[in-house]
C-alpha cells in the first residue's frame, strides 16, 4: 500500500463528514446520518449548540494562547468550578484524555516518590481497559495489540482482570503505588464496575496509603447520568482522568486531585504548552455550565432509561443476534452473539446510524446528551430496520 498524506494508523470508513446539525451529520456526499457515536462519547451538546459555539467565537476574537508563562483567569474559573463540583481540590488542564492519564500517573508516582518512598511506582491496572495511545497509556493497558511494534513498554503496570478485587488484592506489593482503573469501561465494551469492586479498591487505598485514580476520559461528564460516573459508587478517587465530552468537541482534558494527592506536584514539576488555555477553558466552561444546570442530569438520566428499556425490548425480537444491554445513564452497550464490528458497518452503510464498535462484541450506544424522544425513535427505527436486514457473512468489517 502507498503511504498517504494521512499516517494510515485508522481504518476509516467511507463516511466523510462535512458539517453537523444538532445530532446529525452530514457526508461530503450529502447523505445524512444520525450520530449515536458522538466523535466518541464526546459531542455532548451536539454539533451545532449555540452557546458553545458562541463562547468558542467569543473567546477566539478576544484571546486564544499565551502560555502558561502568565496568570490565567481563565483556567481559574474552570477549575474553580471543576473543585466545587467534583472531589477534587486542584487541577491540570491539558489537551487530551492520554495526557489527562499520564498527569494522573505521574501524580500517582510523585506521591509516593516526593515522600520518599522511591520503591513506590507501580499502578495496578485492569485487563481490556483503554486509557490512551502514549507510551506511559499503552503500557497501562494489558492489550497486546495496542503494544506491538512500540517494546519496550515503560516499566510500572501490573494487569488483573476487570472487577476482580481478590486479584487486585494479590497483586499488591511494595511497590504499590495505587490502582488506575476506568468505573465503566468505555473501549473495553461499557462494562460497569460492580459496588463491590470500587469500594473495595478505596478501601485497600485507604488502608496501604495507596493512590485510587479513576480514568473517567470516557464515562465522565454526565454521560452516565451522574456528572462523574464515580458517584454512582459512593467513593471518590484520589485522582482523576477527565477529557473527551469535557471540552464538547473542543480537545480538552483535566487532572483533578485531592490537596493530599498532588503533594508531589510542585513547581516545575509538569507542564504543557496549550494546556489550559484560553480558548478550550471557554470550551469547557460552556460545557459544564449546560450540563451542572438545573435537570440536566435527571434528563441523561431519563433518556437513558427511555432508551434502555426500548432497547431492551427490542432484543427480544433477535434472540439469535443480540445478547444483552448494559451501561449507564447515556452511554449504553449493546452486546451482541458475534462481532460487532460488521454490524456497526451495516448500520452505518445501510441505515445511515452512526454507533460506535467495542471490546467483547459490544456495539457503543453513546449519543449527544442532548437528544430527545424524536432521535431515540429514529434510532429505534434505523436499529430495526438494521437488524431485519442483517446478514453477517454480507457485510465487510
Ligand atoms: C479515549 C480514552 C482515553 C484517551 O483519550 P485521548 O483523548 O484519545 O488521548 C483514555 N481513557 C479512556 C477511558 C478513554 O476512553
Redesign the pocket.
Known amino acids: 500500500m502507498p503511504i498517504t498524506p494521512l499516517m494510515p494508523v485508522y481504518p476509516r470508513c467511507g463516511v466523510r463528514p462535512v458539517r453537523g446539525e444538532h445530532c446529525h451529520l452530514i457526508s461530503e456526499d450529502g447523505a445524512r446520518y444520525l450520530d449515536f457515536a458522538s466523535g ?2 464526546v459531542n455532548l451538546l451536539g454539533h451545532s449548540h449555540a452557546g458553545l459555539i458562541g463562547a468558542i467565537q467569543r473567546q477566539a476574537e478576544t484571546l486564544m494562547h499565551v502560555s502558561n508563562l502568565y496568570g490565567s483567569p481563565q483556567g481559574e474559573r474552570l477549575a474553580q468550578r471543576l473543585v466545587e463540583l467534583t472531589f477534587a481540590d486542584t487541577v491540570f488542564f491539558t489537551n ?6 499520564e498527569c494522573a500517573i505521574k501524580t500517582a508516582r510523585a506521591y509516593h516518590q516526593s515522600a520518599g518512598n522511591d520503591r513506590k511506582y507501580e499502578l495496578i491496572t485492569f485487563a481490556n ?5 502514549t507510551m506511559a ?1 499503552i503500557s497501562a493497558s494489558n492489550q497486546d495489540k495496542m503494544h506491538k511494534g512500540f517494546h519496550p513498554l515503560l516499566q510500572g503496570f501490573k494487569y488483573v482482570e476487570f472487577d476482580d478485587l481478590d486479584g487486585a488484592r494479590a497483586a499488591m506489593g511494595p511497590n504499590t503505588a495505587g490502582f488506575l482503573v ?1 468505573p465503566i ?3 473495553g465494551g461499557i462494562r460497569a464496575a460492580s459496588d463491590e469492586f470500587i469500594r473495595g479498591l478505596r478501601a485497600l487505598a485507604d488502608e496501604h496509603d495507596l493512590m485510587l485514580i479513576f ?5 465522565g461528564v454526565a454521560r452516565s447520568g451522574k456528572l462523574y460516573a464515580y458517584e454512582h459508587y459512593g467513593v471518590a478517587p484520589d485522582i482523576m ?1 477527565t ?2 465530552g469535557i471540552g464538547g468537541g473542543f480537545p480538552l ?1 483535566a487532572c483533578l486531585a485531592t490537596e493530599k494527592a498532588a503533594r508531589g506536584m510542585g513547581l516545575g514539576s509538569h507542564g504543557s504548552t496549550y494546556g489550559g488555555n484560553p480558548l478550550a477553558m471557554a470550551a469547557g466552561e460552556a460545557v459544564l455550565e449546560v450540563v451542572a444546570g438545573d435537570g440536566f442530569l435527571a434528563d441523561v438520566v431519563a433518556k437513558g432509561e427511555r432508551l434502555r428499556s426500548r432497547l431492551e425490548q427490542f432484543i427480544g425480537n433477535y434472540p439469535e443476534l443480540f445478547e444483552l444491554v448494559r451501561g449507564k445513564g447515556l452511554m449504553l452497550g449493546l452486546k451482541l452473539k458475534s462481532e460487532s464490528r460488521p454490524f456497526v458497518a451495516h448500520l452505518r452503510d445501510n441505515h445511515r446510524l452512526l454507533t460506535v464498535a467495542a471490546g467483547d462484541n459490544t456495539v457503543r450506544v453513546i449519543p449527544p446528551l442532548v437528544i430527545d424522544d424524536a432521535h431515540i425513535d429514529e434510532f429505534m427505527e434505523k436499529l430495526s430496520a438494521g437488524a431485519a436486514s442483517y446478514q453477517p457473512e454480507a457485510v465487510p468489517a
Open positions: 466518541i462519547a487530551s484524555g492520554a495526557e489527562a492519564v481497559a483503554f486509557h490512551g495511545r497509556t476506568e469501561q468505555g473501549e480514568d473517567e476520559v470516557q464515562c482522568a477529557a473527551k482534558g
